[in-house]
Structure formats: C-alpha cells, structure tokens
C-alpha cells in the first residue's frame, strides 16, 4: 500500500459536503497527523496536497468547513490556502485564539495536572490552550508559585 493510499485508509469518507473525518494519529492540539514524504505533517495539509500539488511558499492550508472549523476534517472540499495571516485572522474572527488566563483559571490547571485528573493536552483543550503553555504553567515557567 502506498502512502496516498494508507492516507485515505485512515479518514472516515463521508458524503460530498461532509466533514471528513481523520482517524489516524492526532497531535496534541487536536489536529490529525500523518507521515508524508518523509516528515510529520498534518493530516488536512496532506489531503490538500494530495489533491492539489504542493503549497506555494508562503502559504499555509486553512480549514473552511460549512459548519465550523474541524481540526480532524481533511475533506479537500473544505480546506483552502491562505497565509499565515489569514490563517491567524480567521482564528480571531471565529474566537479560537489562546485567551488569557485568570490566576483563578492558573490554579486550576495546577491542581487538575498536579492530581492526576487530566493530562496536559486534556487541560489544553478545555482551556482553549496551547499544550507549552499548560507546561510552562505546571513547571512554573510561567506564574510561579
């Protein structure tokens, strides 16, 4: 089986319109991810690729699907290219940009992490965070204690 086709093994093909989803291995932000030419590469950037060609420098593959943005979709229908400013526009307007965080919001972290009750990329996704970020509030990079 070759790459294009152990790609596709790995995506819940769904109708014409519909997200489709990524059932391979996921990153810790919540995107789908696969070994493309030698290199870890997200997995919608992959599907574009595949239909489309390489991307142009300078260009980066943004997520435009009909019901809001799903970071496992790789349907090539709802991906375009962009830069990466519009990459981060697109992130402001739909509210998805990391927030900043209260001491209240700090302290929780610290205790979900340090109690074992989530693990740092679960603590990401529920705070709307970056996973470095949840470490450098764990390892007191960030706030001290």
Not at 9 to 38: A, L, N, P, T
Not at 69 to 88: A, E, F, I, R, W
Request: aromatic fraction near 8%.
């Amino acid at each position: 089986m070759n790459s294009i086709e152990r790609f596709w093994s790995k995506v819940d093909i769904r109708g014409k319109d519909d997200c489709w989803i990524w059932e391979g291995g996921i990153r810790w932000d919540g995107y789908g991810q696969f070994k493309y030419r030698g290199r870890m590469r997200g997995a919608h950037t992959v599907s574009w690729e595949i239909q489309n060609g390489e991307i142009p420098e300078g260009f980066c593959v943004c997520h435009n699907c009909p019901i809001g943005d799903n970071p496992l979709c790789v349907n090539p229908n709802h991906l375009k290219l962009g830069t990466h400013q519009d990459n981060m526009d697109d992130m402001v307007s739909k509210g998805r940009q990391s927030r900043k965080l209260s001491d209240e919001d700090v302290e929780i972290i610290r205790h979900l992490f340090d109690n074992n009750q989530m693990n740092q990329p679960e603590i990401a996704n529920s705070f709307g965070i970056s996973q470095a970020h949840v470490s450098d509030i764990v390892n007191n990079k960030e706030r001290r204690r």
